[in-house]
């Protein structure tokens, strides 16, 4: 049901469901992760006033809300900082953990307007060792994010889908009847790293 990108890395399929409605990705080196992506896959929509909050578990802290998903929303980006040790040096063969929680509508919308909050409240002295980097001086406006953030997701659900097929009788489970469509997993690795590739060459070229 959920997709999970790390900056740089393959697409996770490693998602672990630990209740009814809560999932788990582990991020291994999670020292090294600053952009993140949680998507629904598309294949299976959430029921009719639900979506789900997601939330960010370092080693020895407490869960961290980085947002939500729902229908009108299947996409999310994040940009994570690294988890820095007491000497100023990142530290070493950590691990994270992303949470996804299915939740009713309300509750998603009353958990971000209280996050919502709490960053208004926090001065900028205490965000810098929040898992969630402040907006820095000159960094692009909330229309240019919101902007790259539609583009590259529709980007990435027009080629994703493309490669869109019904299973046949050698999917074992699924059978040749389901009524379902799957993706390869090969199809994301291939977007993400010629988008990467596009960004390297001009940066300038993620945001037009």
Request: aromatic share 8%.
């Amino acid at each position: 049901m959920f997709g999970c990108i790390v900056a740089g890395r393959l697409v996770q399929t490693n998602l672990q469901q630990v209740d009814a409605n809560k999932y788990v990705f582990e991020l291994p080196d999670a020292h090294n992760i600053n952009h993140i992506v949680v998507f629904l896959l598309g294949t299976i929509p959430f029921e009719p006033g639900f979506g789900a909050t997601v939330h960010l578990l370092w080693p020895n802290k407490n869960w961290q809300m980085l947002g939500a998903l729902s229908n009108e929303k299947p996409s999310a980006i994040f940009r994570l900082k690294s988890v820095v040790g007491q000497d100023g040096q990142p530290m070493p063969n950590i691990s994270a953990e992303l949470g996804i929680s299915i939740e009713p509508l309300q509750s998603v919308e009353q958990q971000l307007q209280q996050m919502r909050g709490q960053q208004q409240q926090q001065p900028a002295a205490s965000t810098a060792s929040s898992a969630l980097v402040p907006a820095a001086s000159g960094s692009l406006s909330l229309q240019v994010a919101r902007q790259f953030a539609e583009r590259t997701m529709q980007n990435l659900y027009e080629y994703a889908t493309s490669y869109a097929k019904s299973p046949d009788a050698t999917m074992g489970l699924l059978g040749s009847n389901a009524p379902v469509q799957v993706l390869p997993v090969k199809a994301f690795d291939d977007w993400f790293q010629s988008f990467l590739r596009k960004v390297q060459r001009d940066p300038a070229v993620a945001i037009q």
